[in-house]
């Protein structure tokens, strides 16, 4: 048996078997698990695997961060739950077994929030790698663009341009396909729900302005490209008329047992689905703003200091809808992903002092790979649960040095130009395509961020007695 496959068996025979699941997915480093009975998982043989950095439940969800053997683990365990191949394709996945969920509870609105949150971040799931070569492809043309490589407005710069954002334009049918997956819809016609969205001719009569009728019913004249929420709401109200016809004579429909779904689907999409989920994402878009231009330094200084709860929890995914909106209407965006640049950062300084300052051969290994991996790609993971929150003692320094990294973005209005995981390397999304000195402040406020994290925490943020010799062994192997 091999190692991923052991490693997989052991996480199945701890959450209470395959049974206990209700649906499996994954991101860049976290293994998440839909559970039926929270009873049955047990968390502390969790943390005792194998590669596993950090796992930890709630509202009847398991995350396992396991960045080593994330991969071949999720492939093992995807298809041991499924009963199909083994394959690495993120997203959500069904198991046959009807089993009681217990987890079910009365209507609450947290358990909505966790609901709208699942549902974003398990639709969002399959496109991560995608977004991120497509930020960094832009941050890249703006960079040729700042150095006069390519002219801004010359062919040239329109072909990258359009090669670079058409993930993001495209972005309906990449979330219809996984909010199918995680609503267990028939994906084909979700991603023909997509297509009613951006259909040429239709992007064409919301182009030229004038009223569009329906059978005489006003249809909203709405741009879906790089939309998000407006496919999801459509894919969910979709979810519900497919359970309603989910019957035995309906089989006898054969290949067109979903057309009467079509058939009310692809009017509602224009008529109802699609303006609700545009106005409510709007009112986040519109409100993130207003926060921003009433108090921005205050604003962007809160969400730096509150980031880190957010990402530890993995319920930042919220706010993605919010900076593709503000990347649409603006061009930029001057809050969200302002916080989770400095975030990033402030962790690479607590990992370098970790690094610098630590006495045990094994955890100076484990911080060099948590530094490496968020200088190189962005991702926290490591660095968050395998030091910070094993340790404690980084954690208010962390917040701190976030906190003045904010500061200095609010009052410096330094902005994002592209969405990608923030590191070294992505740097260029920083790069203001007209020009001025939005990436110099941007460099100088995280070199800030992480000079200060890097302070605070040589002297209150590492304790290494925290740490037994074997345990970060094996977690510096990962």
Known sequence: MEKHERIGNEIIANIGKLTNVGSVARCYTRLRIRIKDDAKVELDKLNEIEGVVKAFASEGKVQIVMPGY????????????????????????????EVVDKNRKSFTLKRLLNGVLDAISNSLTPVIGGLAMAGLFLALLNL?????????????????????????????????????????????LSLMLAGIMMQPDFVKMVGAGSAIHLFGIPVAAVDYSTS???????????????????????????????????LVMAPLTLLVTGPIGQGVASVIANGSLWIYDQAPVVGITLLSLL???????????????????????????????VAFAVWNFAELGMALAILVKGKKRSVKTFSATAAFSIAASGITEPAVYGLMLKMKKPIIP?????????????LCQVKVFSLVTVSILSLP???????????????????????VSFVLNWFWGIDESMFDEDEIEAAAEV
Do not use: C
Request: aromatic content about 16%.
């Open 70 to 97: 994330l991969d071949k683990v999720f492939e093992y365990i995807n298809a041991e739950f499924t009963g199909g191949s083994h394959t690495s394709e993120a997203g959500s996945a069904v198991h046959s077994d």
């Open 144 to 188: 040729l663009t700042v150095s006069h490589v390519v002219a801004q407005g010359s062919q040239t710069y329109r072909l990258l341009y359009l090669m670079g954002n058409s993930l993001f334009y495209f972005l309906p049918f990449l979330v219809a396909y996984g909010a199918s997956r995680y609503f267990k819809t028939n994906t084909i």
């Open 228 to 262: 998000l929420i407006p496919i999801l709401v459509t894919v969910w109200v979709q979810s519900l008329l497919e359970k309603m016809v989910d019957r035995p004579w309906m089989n006898k429909l054969g290949l067109l047992k979903m057309f009467p779904v079509f």
């Open 307 to 337: 980031i880190g709860f957010f990402i530890i929890t993995g319920s930042h995914w919220v706010f993605f809808p919010v900076a593709i909106a503000n990347l649409k209407q603006l061009g930029y965006d001057p809050f969200l992903w």
């Open 398 to 410: 962390s917040i701190i040095a976030s906190g003045v990294g904010g500061l200095f973005f609010g």
């Open 429 to 451: 999304q920083f790069i203001n395509p007209a020009g001025g000195n939005n990436f110099v402040l941007a460099v100088v406020g995280l070199l800030l961020t992480t000079v």
